[in-house]
């Protein structure tokens, strides 16, 4: 979705969000630098009053599926603040990220479900593990393995105009 489209999304919406380090450049590449992107997801998440259902963090890129009740203006300021304190905490103020990031509105309980399955077997595919639930940088355990997680929510019931209440286990 083009950046002049996000503030039309007024109200509750759901997205699914990825933002990629400059030219893909594996900049993630150890457990301390994964940690620290993930405590900074955390954090913006704790920051920005929204709704983290599902994430994966990878060497050059993370997805994100992630609601706001009030739309666009939520996910700019989110994506604003979350690459931000990123880049500064790693690498300083040099670029960091690609400009922009990509987002998809998730309005459907089947969107909902593919995406969140391919945030999960993304490390999978690339080769970084064998199985999802072995990638510690995913939200895969919380849905699948009941792990505890404050930051990560499986209810819908914030979204109002769309019941997806059913996919909860």
Not at 33 to 43: I, P, Y
Not at 81 to 96: A, Q, T, Y
Request: with cysteine.
């Amino acid at each position: 979705m083009g950046k002049r489209y996000r503030t039309l999304i007024q109200g509750p919406a759901l997205f699914f969000v990825t933002t990629s380090t400059l030219d893909r450049k594996n900049y993630f590449t150890n457990k301390a630098k994964l940690a620290l992107v993930r405590a900074e997801l955390f954090r913006t998440v704790e920051l920005c009053d929204c709704y983290l259902m599902g994430y994966v963090i990878m060497p050059n890129h993370v997805h994100v599926l992630i609601g706001f009740i009030d739309g666009g203006k939520g996910l700019i300021k989110f994506m604003h603040s979350f690459k931000g304190i990123v880049r500064k905490r790693l690498i300083g103020d040099n670029l960091f990220w690609e400009r922009g990031y990509d987002d998809l509105v998730i309005i459907t309980e089947e969107q909902f479900k593919i995406k969140l399955n391919y945030i999960h077997f993304n490390p999978v595919k690339r080769g970084l593990v064998e199985a999802p639930e072995d990638w510690r940088f995913s939200s895969y355990r919380f849905w699948e393995m009941n792990e505890s997680n404050a930051y990560l929510t499986m209810d819908f019931s914030w979204m109002k105009t769309v019941d997806f209440n059913h996919t909860q286990k």
